[in-house]
């Protein structure tokens, strides 16, 4: 069974750093990308960007070019989003998704069941 | 880049039939594949369609997805509407480099 795995709800303050994380299992974790999508409070879904964990080509929205980081660690099947230096207005849910196997525009086929990321001072 | 552009909400009475469009503004609708996607209050989201009319097993054939290039749009129409049918419906395709863009959602109500 395809399982996607996110970490648990953070608590940060602005400024903070984080890294979440999304478990890959039951599926070859690095022939599929992996994609991050934010929902901000009563929001829409943003499409932010994807990985492919076999070599870690990473492919980022423009609108969240420069503002976090994509990551995977094969050897663990995981993927990361990460921020260097949060605000109040990365709080969102934030959810990882694999990709179908028709490449980099595929569909969102297993989504993980979301992280909460609330920025508070 | 281009939008997606849904209809905030829509509804509708059970046993109906309800059709939610989702306009490409610029380009054309048909140059990528449209995905259709359902959140229920609290969970994350699923896929209804996907490749503009495909239903991923388990979805319902009450649930499909066409697009119409003359008016530049996709739709998805649910038949025989049940209350479990009231959720939030995201479009979703790409551009032109490889990137996905959303929908702004749709509301559904079965009332």
């Known amino acids: 069974e395809v399982q996607l795995v996110q970490s648990g709800a953070e608590v940060k303050k602005p400024g903070e750093s984080l890294k979440i994380s999304c478990k890959g299992s039951?599926?070859?974790?690095?022939?599929?990308?992996i994609g991050w999508v934010r929902q901000m409070p009563g929001k829409g879904l943003e499409w932010m960007g994807i990985?492919?964990?076999?070599?870690?080509?990473?492919r980022y929205s423009p609108s969240f070019q420069g503002q976090v980081t994509i990551s995977a660690d094969k050897s663990i099947s995981t993927a990361y989003l990460q921020w260097s230096s949060l605000k109040a207005s990365d709080t969102a849910m934030y959810y990882c998704?694999?990709?179908?196997?028709?490449?980099?525009?595929?569909?969102?086929?297993?989504w993980g069941q979301g992280t909460l990321v609330t920025v508070s001072s | 880049n281009f939008m997606l552009t849904q209809p905030h909400s829509v509804s509708e009475s059970p046993g109906k039939t309800v059709t939610i469009s989702c306009t490409r503004s610029s380009g054309s609708i048909a140059s990528n594949y449209v995905q259709w996607y359902q959140q229920r209050p609290g969970s994350a989201p699923t896929t209804v369609i996907y490749e503009d009319n495909q239903r991923p097993s388990g979805v319902p054939d009450r649930f499909s997805g066409s697009i119409d290039s003359s008016s530049n749009s996709a739709s998805l129409t649910i038949s025989g509407l049940k209350t479990e049918d009231e959720a939030d419906y995201y479009c979703?395709?790409?551009?032109?480099?490889?990137?996905?863009?959303f929908g702004g959602g749709t509301k559904l109500t079965v009332l």
């Open positions: 998704a694999r990709l179908s196997g028709l490449g980099l525009t595929g569909h969102f086929d297993y």
């Open positions: 979703q395709s790409y551009d032109s480099s490889n990137h996905g863009v």
């Open positions: 990985i492919y964990p076999g070599d870690s080509d990473t």
């Open positions: 039951g599926y070859s974790f690095t022939s599929y990308w």
